[in-house]
């Protein structure tokens, strides 16, 4: 029998589709714009469509991206979107040292569980690339069933951030979702 023989029996007989690692398919996701000057209109932002275009890419139904400005706002996006269930939640802009950059201040409180090594491999990342890496003040994890993670707000520490995602993407949505068996 072929592969593909195998698992139509498989399915015909009630047995559980195989799991593929990284498939996303039928997840939601949100993404959250943290700029003042982008949500007042002074310029395009250049983030969202980068972050968008990722997680469709990856098979999420993504929401429209919002761009609010920075600090509180920036939490209740958060909050608005975590009433839609979302099994991701992507932030760029607000994690550097500006004064009104708060995203990681008021992401922060809605964590139940950090992930620091995704940061950490970020920084990292970026690290190889620019000194200024160091220092973006971003945080990852769940909050529930919901991945969320703040990436910086150029489109460079976005793909640098994306990039790391990745490969762990699935099996990171997999885990908080219970669907994992390690």
Request: charged letters at 20%.
């Amino acid at each position: 029998m072929t592969p593909q023989g195998s698992h139509g029996a498989a399915q015909a007989f009630g047995a559980a589709e195989p799991h593929r690692h990284g498939d996303v398919q039928g997840r939601k996701a949100g993404v959250v714009i943290a700029s003042t000057r982008a949500a007042a209109g002074i310029y395009e932002d250049e983030t969202g469509p980068v972050i968008t275009d990722w997680l469709t890419e990856h098979g999420f139904e993504v929401f429209p991206a919002m761009v609010v400005p920075d600090g509180e706002p920036v939490g209740a996006a958060i909050r608005a979107l975590l009433t839609q269930h979302p099994t991701v939640v992507i932030t760029s802009g607000g994690t550097g040292l500006n004064p009104d950059d708060r995203t990681p201040e008021v992401t922060r409180p809605l964590l139940d569980r950090e992930i620091p090594g995704i940061m950490e491999a970020i920084r990292h990342a970026g690290a190889a690339k620019t000194p200024l890496a160091a220092l973006s003040r971003g945080h990852a994890g769940a909050a529930g069933k919901t991945f969320i993670i703040n990436l910086p707000g150029s489109p460079k520490g976005v793909m640098d951030g994306l990039s790391v995602l990745d490969p762990v993407i699935g099996h990171l949505c997999d885990q908080l979702e219970g669907n994992h068996g390690h």
